[in-house]
């Protein structure tokens, strides 16, 4: 499913791509030196787009948006979409968090490779550039080393109805600014004493654009560059330098960085005057993130989650991770249309969660093979059914898709069905097993109700009924008796043993993080049970995701199963049947 047909991306890219913007765009990679990407060779006329995430936690379904949406582009406009890891922020980054994002997306079913070239990259492999980059801007007047503390700058920075206040700082000679800053880059200062602004403007009633620092200084080990480095570029400021290094021609972002586009606008434009870059320069784009109800997707909360132990870890079945929703067991395809459904918009509006589970089930209902499982099984006895007798039963392996084939599996004299199917003394409109009731036992006979067996506290521990010959399905006889209720079953003796997890939604509120309580309030106790059921034998639970009749989508948890114990997750039941 590629990204939908009109959205106000796609009539930029038109635009850019009729007016030629990128005939003979140059680019590297990774560039080693601002020299040798002025030199670079032409690139063609490609559209280049890149999802860029921060390797400081697991991915999740606001990302799929953003990963569907750059890849989904450029495949779409055979142009390219970089992988790129934003590492400017060596503190929270770890190499397990760039194994994970590379195998969701993998997961998801993008490729960074493109004509037997790999576009994966790593913003901390431009460090040197940004650091040459920044010393030419400061040569230029373009950006000074500020001896204020964090406090001094904060405070004269001013707010949104007052201007901000020079630094004592702004006008210092260029030579001053760049000893400092090499001194900063030798180590030679503690964190925060020194930080490299970019000069600006002080009273822009944009904020952003009151001399943001764009270096820092952070004695901490980067988990690629070790200890190389003690000052980091910031995110602002590298962004847009990590998109014109890689020859990024669109690069999208989500709504919150609007105010920040000038800042981008200025780097750019700003290193171009001074030789650093060549243009045309990349364009930053901003559409509406991602919000789902019933989760949160900050990755700061995602952390909190699983650290304090809510969950089992990022791939617990209930996280929205791509990696928790891979082992629930939504596919990529189910992903990607439901990226498609919630379209590309300006403007921010949040999306039920429900959309998410109606995206699996049209796409698994057309493909998923059937099976029959009881989840709360009790025994129903046939009482005229001969003690040793077997005969085998047939479905098809999917209503609509006869070359499937069909199914086979036993029928004997003891079976499981559901605890629900069975009533001693029904409600209204109860048309299921009653005494005296008639149903059909599904692909086999039709049976009659004729008591039950209680234990001493009065719970069912079996139900009884007899057979009635004449009725069993795919006989001429099977309609001679007409019934209302219609009860799936497996046999006893043959059924698998299976642990099936059920979920419900992790958080109780609809927008656990929206209101002053804390998020964690709102977490929902019950949001999974476990059951031991029982599983029409012969179903091979690896093959994929199952519809098991009445019951919803199942997929096999390759995690929590062993080979004689299988697990089970469900993804979602057929129809929506959370309370709202
Ligand atoms: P978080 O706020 O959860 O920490 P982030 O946006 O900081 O997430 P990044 O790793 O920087 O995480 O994100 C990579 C890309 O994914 C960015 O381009 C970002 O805009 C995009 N993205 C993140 N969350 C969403 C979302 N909910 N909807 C759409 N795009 C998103
Ligand atoms: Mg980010
Ligand atoms: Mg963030």
């Known amino acids: 499913v590629a990204p939908s047909t009109s959205n106000f991306l796609r009539q930029a890219i038109d635009a850019d791509l009729r007016n030629n913007k990128f005939a003979g765009k140059r680019w590297q990679r990774p560039p080693a030196t601002a020299q040798s990407l002025l030199e670079a060779p032409p690139d063609g006329a490609r559209i280049r787009t890149r999802f860029p995430p921060e390797p400081n936690g697991f991915l999740h379904i606001g990302h799929a948006k953003s990963i569907w949406l750059n890849f989904g582009l450029a495949k779409e406009y055979d142009g390219i979409c970089h992988l790129r890891f934003d590492d400017t922020n060596p503190e929270k980054e770890e190499q397990a968090y760039v194994d994970a994002i590379i195998d969701a ?39 000074y080393v500020d001896e204020q503390s964090p406090e001094q700058m904060r405070e004269s920075r001013g707010t949104l109805t007052s201007p901000g206040r020079n630094s004592p700082w702004r006008d210092r000679p260029a030579a001053e600014s760049l000893e400092r800053f ?3 880059r030798a180590g030679q200062h503690p964190n925060g004493s020194l930080a490299l602004r970019a000069r600006i403007d002080m009273q822009s009633p944009n904020m952003n654009m009151r001399d943001p620092v764009i270096y820092r200084i952070r004695h901490a080990p980067h988990h690629r560059t070790a200890d190389k480095w003690c ?15 890689e020859g990024i021609t669109h690069s999208i972002c989500t709504l919150e960085f609007e105010d920040q586009r000038p800042f981008y606008d200025w780097t750019l434009e700003t290193l171009a005057d001074i030789g650093c870059l060549s243009r045309p320069l990349p364009r930053q784009y901003e559409f509406a993130r991602l919000n789902v109800s019933y989760v949160v997707t900050s990755k700061r909360k995602l952390l909190q989650l699983v650290k304090e132990g809510h969950v089992s870890g990022w791939d617990d079945p209930r996280m929205p991770t791509l990696a928790g929703l891979r082992r629930r067991g939504y596919t990529p395809q189910a992903l990607k249309l439901f990226c498609e459904r919630t379209g590309v918009s300006k403007s921010n509006s949040r999306i039920d969660y429900s959309l998410l589970d109606q995206a699996l089930r049209d796409s698994q209902d057309p493909v998923a093979p059937r099976a029959v499982a009881i989840l709360d099984p009790v025994k129903l006895v046939i009482t005229n059914w001969p003690e040793h007798e077997e005969i085998l039963c047939t479905a098809p392996r999917h209503p609509h898709i006869p070359e499937a084939g069909q199914r086979e599996f036993p029928f004997a004299r003891e079976v499981w069905i559901e605890r629900e199917d069975f009533e001693e003394v029904p409600p209204k409109k109860y048309f299921r097993l009653f005494p005296g009731n008639m149903v059909r036992l599904k692909y086999a006979y039709v049976v009659k109700c004729t008591g039950c067996v209680k234990d001493e506290q009065g719970n069912v521990t079996e139900v009884h009924a007899e057979y009635l010959p004449d009725t069993r399905s795919g006989t001429p006889g099977a309609d001679s008796v007409k019934v209302k209720g219609t009860v799936t079953w497996v046999s006893a003796r043959h059924a698998t043993p299976v642990k099936l997890q059920l979920y419900d939604r992790l958080f109780r509120e609809a927008y656990p993080d929206a209101g002053d309580a804390d998020f964690l309030e709102h977490l929902n106790p019950d949001s999974v049970r476990t059951v031991q059921g029982w599983l029409e034998p012969g179903t091979d639970l690896k093959a994929g995701i199952w519809q098991f009749e009445r019951l919803g989508y199942f997929a096999y948890d390759s995690i929590d199963s062993t080979p004689e114990n299988p697990v089970i997750n469900r993804v979602t039941t057929l129809r929506d049947t959370w309370a709202t």
């Open 105 to 143: 997306v993998h997961w998801l079913g993008y490729d960074w490779n493109v004509d037997g070239q790999s576009h994966l990259f790593f913003a901390s492999d431009y460090f040197d550039v940004m650091f040459e980059f920044a010393c030419k801007l400061i040569e230029a007047g373009h950006a």
């Open 182 to 184: 090499t001194q900063m």
């Open 231 to 245: 000052i980091y570029p910031m995110y602002a400021w590298a962004h847009p330098i990590e998109d014109a290094l």
